[in-house]
Structure formats: structure tokens, C-alpha cells
């Protein structure tokens, strides 16, 4: 779960897709670009559900679900511009703006001692004592997922390592990479690091005294009017009613019981729960889009303070493109007066796509399955809706929001 540059210009945009996807929402004329290139990115990577979202200075002004999937009983339902999909990445950005909010509210500081915070012992390697909240959520805590497997997906090892049933839970995992040195020295360098981000849920729930679920749906969600969002589950079975359906050519040992079953990748082969405050949170594009919205200026749940601390430079990990990574977002100057924040998250069944652009324009993109082995590019998405904003000759101004939220 990665990141990429937003609105990589040079990319063309997508041709026409195929008249056969089925489509439900709203998309102006002015804006049939971005459904164009969306409809063609679709056909070429075979994904049977998608959404898109895009707003211009805090208004949405296009909305569409793509495709269909099927229910329990065989019923086939086409994607609405309000299904829940599994957004991966997107979830650390919710993450870090509650570290911001929790710091706003007098409740932590930014430089605070993890290990102190979390009562986590450093016997192991006393160079744990340095990493602070900023370094946790900026990615220079340590943790280097090329030299030691990401905690997050080695359930399997965690289980047997510390002599434990699967499923194995955020204490188990804590446990585990406690126990072993940090990769590099906190600060000295940029490694992304999913577990940083599931320690910061930890942070949040010890700080706040509530679920991190309930904490940032009570304190970030519902002040801006967005109730649709929530933690996903890991099975088929345990599926929200208005969730899309995932897919993958790939299977896995499952994760969630000790049966040694082999299961579809995206249902069972990683556990959900345990992602939570680094990827796993359920949204539609709307959803995501609105969100983005909360960093535009200070309102509800952030103030200006904490916004600046959400996109500030990180002590190290500046870029050659000039691109850092905030708290939750990659962060880049966009040359007008202002910054382009993105992020992507992947994971088995999941590709999402989510950027804040100059001149107040943001978008989101959710694909229920993601780049594998024979299948193009998913990166792709960013400079085609990038390019796309340049399609549009004049900007409707009729707001999506009270259709949807």
C-alpha cells in the first residue's frame, strides 16, 4: 500500500470505454472526460466494480457507480455511487487527522513518546524510546518492510512464533515486533510502514478512552455529515449489506482460523480487523471526497493548526520531485499557491485512488480488485483523471451533496 504522484502530467487520457458497463449516478456533460476515461480504464482491466467521485471547491459534482456484483440468493445489484468498497491506504489519512485531532484537543502532543504513551517495553532495542508520534505517522519510525515482513501480512508466523491460534490480534502483533530490533535508527530515513499506522490506531483508542472505530465516526466522521463509513470485515459472509464484492485470481492460507483452509485472497487471506487504522476502512467515493473536504479549511474537526501539521515536512524523506509524506497524505507544492495531497491504497480485491488538486479540484477513484500478475498498470489511474481536468471547459456548480449525504 503505497503512494504515487498526483497528476503526473505527460499521460493521455484514457479513449472511450465500452458502451456495456453499466453505470448509475449523476455526470454533467462538462464533465464527460472523467467518465470516459473511467469507463475505458475499466474495459481494459476487466473490474466488475468501480466508483468515481470529483468536486471542485467543496461542491461534488459528479458521482457514478460502475458495474454490478451479486448478493447472497444470486441477486445481481449494480454499484451505486453510495456502495461501501474496501479503501486500503485511504484509511491513513483518517489515522493522522486523528493524532491532529486528539493534539488540537489538549489530549497528546505531536512529539510524545510512543513506547512511553503505549507502555511498550525497548529491551529489546532501546532506540524504540525514539519514535515519537510524528515520526509514527511520517513513516521514519524504524520499521522497514523490505529487510523484516510487514507485520500486517505474516499472521501465520506471528501465530506460531509467540505460540498463539489465529486469529491473531493488534497485541499479538505489537508483542511480536516489540520483541525484535527496529530496521534502521527512528528519524534518519523514510520506509512506509503499515504497522506505525496500526500502533497510531492504539495511540488513539489509549488516548481517547473509545474504540478507534467509535473515536474517529463520533469525532471526525459525523461533524461533517458522513455516516456511511466503517471498519470492514475479513469473510464473504460478514459483508455490510450495500458492499461491494471483491476479486482476485489469487488464493491464501487462511488467516482468520487455524483450519489450513486455502481461501480467495480478499476473503480470509488477510485479516480486516487488525488493518484497521492503517487500511481498513469501508467509504464510497462520495464519502472519500467529502472527507478531503475537512482539509480544505479549518471547520468542525480541524482547525488550521492541525491541518498544517497534517501536510507539514517531515524532518527527513523530502523527495527529488519536491514530495514529502504528512500525516496520512503525499504532499507535493503545486507552483499556484498552494499543495496537491494524494494517496493510493491496494490491497488483494482493492485499488483506490483519492487526490486534492490545485484550483479546489479533488477526485476519488475504487476498484474492487487491483493490479495483479497479466493485468495493466493501476497507477495508471492518476495521470488519466489528472489529464481529465483538462477536458472540462467550464465547471458545473450544481452540488451532489444532498442527493448523497
Not at 505527460?10 to 470516459?36: I, W
Not at 520499521?143 to 491473531?168: E, F, K, M, Q, Y
Not at 476519488?364 to 493490479?371: D, G, H, K, S
Amino acid at each position: 500500500m503505497g503512494t504515487v504522484p498526483a497528476v503526473a502530467l505527460g499521460a493521455r487520457p484514457a479513449q472511450a470505454g465500452s458502451a456495456d458497463v453499466l453505470t448509475t449516478g449523476v455526470v454533467p456533460s462538462a464533465l464527460a472526460g472523467f467518465d470516459k476515461a473511467m469507463q475505458a480504464f475499466i474495459t481494459e482491466r476487466n473490474i466488475s466494480c468501480a466508483q468515481l467521485a470529483v468536486a471542485k471547491n467543496g461542491k461534488i459534482l459528479l458521482a457514478r457507480g460502475y458495474g454490478v456484483y451479486s448478493k447472497p440468493g444470486a441477486t445481481i445489484v449494480r454499484v451505486q455511487p453510495t456502495s461501501l468498497f474496501r479503501i486500503a491506504s485511504l484509511s491513513k489519512s483518517l489515522t493522522g487527522a486523528a493524532i491532529a485531532r486528539l493534539a488540537q484537543d489538549g489530549k497528546l502532543a505531536m512529539g510524545t513518546k510512543v513506547a512511553s504513551l503505549l507502555g511498550l517495553p525497548t529491551t529489546a532495542d532501546p532506540r524504540l524510546a525514539n519514535v515519537t508520534l510524528w515520526r509514527l505517522l511520517q513513516h521514519t519510525g524504524g520499521w522497514d518492510r523490505g529487510v523484516s515482513p510487514d507485520p500486517l501480512w505474516n499472521d501465520h508466523t506471528i501465530s506460531a512464533s509467540l505460540d498463539v491460534p489465529l486469529p491473531i490480534d493488534h497485541a499479538d502483533i505489537v508483542k511480536y515486533v516489540t520483541a525484535r530490533k527496529l530496521d534502521f535508527d527512528p528519524g534518519t530515513k523514510y520506509v512506509y510502514s503499515n504497522y506505525g499506522y496500526m500502533l497510531a490506531g492504539r495511540v488513539i483508542e489509549k488516548v481517547s478512552g473509545m474504540s478507534y472505530e467509535s473515536y474517529l465516526r463520533q469525532k471526525l466522521l459525523a461533524p461533517l455529515g458522513i455516516t456511511r463509513m466503517r471498519l470492514g470485515r475479513s469473510l464473504r459472509s460478514e459483508a455490510f449489506s450495500t458492499e461491494v464484492t471483491y476479486a482476485s485470481k489469487y488464493t491464501h492460507k487462511s488467516v482468520v482460523d487455524a483450519s489450513g483452509a486455502v481461501v480467495p485472497y480478499p476473503y480470509g487471506g488477510f485479516n480486516m480487523p487488525n488493518q484497521d487504522a492503517n487500511g481498513g476502512w469501508l467509504a464510497s467515493a462520495v464519502d472519500m471526497v467529502k472527507w478531503g473536504f475537512a482539509f480544505d479549511a479549518a471547520g468542525p474537526v480541524l482547525n488550521s493548526t492541525s491541518i498544517s501539521r497534517v501536510f507539514a515536512k517531515p524532518e527527513i524523506g523530502v523527495n527529488a520531485n519536491g514530495s514529502w509524506y504528512g500525516l496520512g497524505w503525499s504532499v507535493r507544492n503545486n507552483n499556484v499557491g498552494g499543495l496537491n495531497t494524494w494517496h493510493n491504497g491496494s490491497m488483494p480485491g482493492t485499488f483506490s485512488f483519492l487526490a486534492r488538486v490545485q484550483n479546489g479540484v479533488s477526485y476519488c477513484a475504487i476498484f474492487n480488485r487491483r493490479e495483479e500478475e497479466g493485468t495493466p498498470d493501476f497507477d495508471a489511474i492518476d495521470p488519466i483523471l489528472g489529464e481529465a481536468i483538462g477536458t472540462v471547459k467550464t465547471w458545473p456548480t450544481t452540488d451532489l451533496s444532498p442527493r448523497y449525504f
